[in-house]
């Protein structure tokens, strides 16, 4: 038995389905892909007088029996890496960044190739972080139309962990999937052995843009797992109220699943969302307001009904540094994507409403993940029922520090935090570190771990055949951007550089 939350009994959930299916058999959506538009004629599905598509019951029962309950993620190397889907709760840092917290100066600036390079290589170490996302945008050292593929290169050059990932225009997602199966032996050997998730997001207003319509296409027959995303924004373009703002996001995911099936059946698909509330005064949307995560929940509950893997934007902040704020918001939210059971977490690292991504808060945030998979793991019996050699034990020594219990079990349940987290006395404290501040010490997480970092292999033909990719997509003969060597290379030209950052 594992701690879970549940907010909506099961009557409830239903409804709020039924709702959401009458809308899409009778409102349906708009799809502005054209691509996508003829498909779903193709395939039967009848067209409104305005246009919009209407998805009849039948064929939004089709798709949930062919769309998988769980799937695997592999690594870059094709082992398995996390199942996702049952109980099964992993955290990923959260996308969309645009700009970082540099953690050498406090101060926030566009974000670099170096910069991006430094969060995978201490994301790979991160030990409650389970796989890399494209956290965030490299600003102009990179035309904006491949910046997308120069990520997902600089993942899979630093890094063997599967990785959330998306493409920035209709017609990046090829391009990314051809750089993946460089590392596996054909097209269905990606399929099968997936090493990627992308996000497809839902525009709002009952819609699907051009770009989200050919990248789930293109996701969906290159085999790579999609996340349907809607922005759920309450109170703007969704109802104000739980139950009303489920419907809706319900209906942009439903469809999403829907599309994901028709393309390919059986392809992965997981019913996710980023909903937010709209603040009333400031006009701003927090992701992390109460109401915005109890939808979260709700979100989950109702995925997990329809019998589909769940993800969510959850243990972030939208505070602007690593303050007490953000040490509420992205706890909070953590243990409750973790309570609810949602498979793929994505958030960690990220502050401002999404836009600013930061390495301190990465570690911070590392070490939350660790404690809220701590509290779900299952509540067994370990040597201590019936307790009488415990009682004994203590009575005997007026302790248990040094019980044959306590010396076989205390690594495996008692949680110790890193050196982030701040667990001396004041005296310890101030004598050890200096009294140093959680930024100070989640900095020096940070330097320690880009100096820890290990080079992993990877085949220099790849990668050369990977920067080929990335060139054919730019309007210019611009070099690409440098590519920081690891901390304890040695000094050396370019060329020694680039032969050294490959090997292990």
Not at 86 to 102: A, E, I, M, R, Y
Not at 222 to 240: H, K, Q, R, S
Not at 363 to 378: K, S
């Amino acid at each position: 038995m594992r701690p879970i939350l549940s907010v909506a009994d099961p009557a409830l959930l239903d409804r709020i389905i039924d709702e959401a299916r009458c809308i899409l058999a009778t409102t349906g959506m708009e799809i502005r892909g054209a691509a996508m538009h003829r498909l779903l004629l193709e395939a039967g599905l009848p067209a409104a007088a305005d246009g919009r598509i209407l998805f009849p019951d039948d064929v939004v029962d089709r798709a949930l029996k062919s769309a998988p309950a769980s799937f695997t993620l592999f690594d870059r190397d094709g082992n398995p890496h996390a199942e996702i889907g049952g109980d099964h709760v992993h955290f990923t840092p959260g996308s969309s960044g645009l700009k970082v917290q540099d953690h050498r100066t406090g101060h926030t600036r566009q974000a670099t190739t170096a910069d991006f390079v430094e969060y995978v290589r201490v994301c790979d170490g991160l030990e409650h972080v389970r796989y890399l996302a494209t956290a965030f945008s490299t600003g102009d050292d990179i035309e904006a139309n491949v910046s997308d593929a120069w990520r997902l290169l600089l993942c899979l050059t630093n890094s063997k962990r599967p990785v959330v990932s998306g493409a920035f225009t209709e017609h990046g997602v090829p391009r990314m999937a051809e750089m993946m199966q460089l590392f596996r032996r054909d097209r269905a050997d990606l399929i099968a052995r997936p090493m990627s998730i992308f996000t497809i997001t839902a525009t709002g207003n009952f819609r699907y843009s051009e770009d989200s319509c050919q990248n789930l296409i293109d996701c969906v027959k290159a085999g790579i797992p999609v996340e349907i995303v809607p922005v759920t924004l309450m109170g703007l373009t969704a109802p104000v109220t739980l139950v009303g703002a489920a419907v809706f996001h319900a209906v942009d995911t439903l469809a999403g699943v829907v599309m994901s099936q028709l393309v390919r059946p059986g392809a992965p698909v997981l019913y996710g969302g980023a909903p937010a509330e709209f603040h009333m005064r400031e006009t701003t949307s927090p992701m992390l307001g109460v109401q915005a995560l109890y939808l979260d929940v709700i979100n989950a509950q109702i995925g997990k009904r329809l019998g589909l893997p769940v993800q969510a934007y959850m243990g972030l902040s939208d505070a602007k540094e690593l303050d007490a704020q953000a040490g509420a918001e992205t706890f909070g939210s953590a243990l409750l994507a973790a309570l609810a059971g949602v498979n793929s977490v994505s958030g960690p690292g990220m502050l401002d409403f999404v836009l600013v991504f930061s390495l301190p808060k990465l570690v911070f945030d590392n070490e939350v993940c660790g404690q809220a998979l701590r509290l779900v793991r299952p509540l067994q019996i370990v040597d201590d029922l019936p307790t009488g050699h415990l009682v004994e034990a203590q009575l005997a020594d007026m302790h248990l520090i040094t019980a044959a219990h306590t010396l076989t079990h205390w690594e495996q349940h008692l949680y110790l935090p890193g050196a982030v987290y701040d667990r001396k006395n004041r005296e310890a404290w101030q004598r050890m570190g200096g009294g140093k501040t959680l930024w100070q010490r989640a900095v020096d997480e940070v330097e320690q771990r880009l100096t820890a970092y290990t080079p992993i292999d990877v085949d220099p033909r790849a990668v050369a055949e990977m920067e080929r990719l990335i060139r054919s997509g730019m309007s210019s003969d611009a070099p690409l951007p440098a590519i920081p060597g690891p901390r304890h290379e040695s000094p050396g030209g370019s060329e020694g550089r680039r032969q050294r950052r490959f090997r292990r």
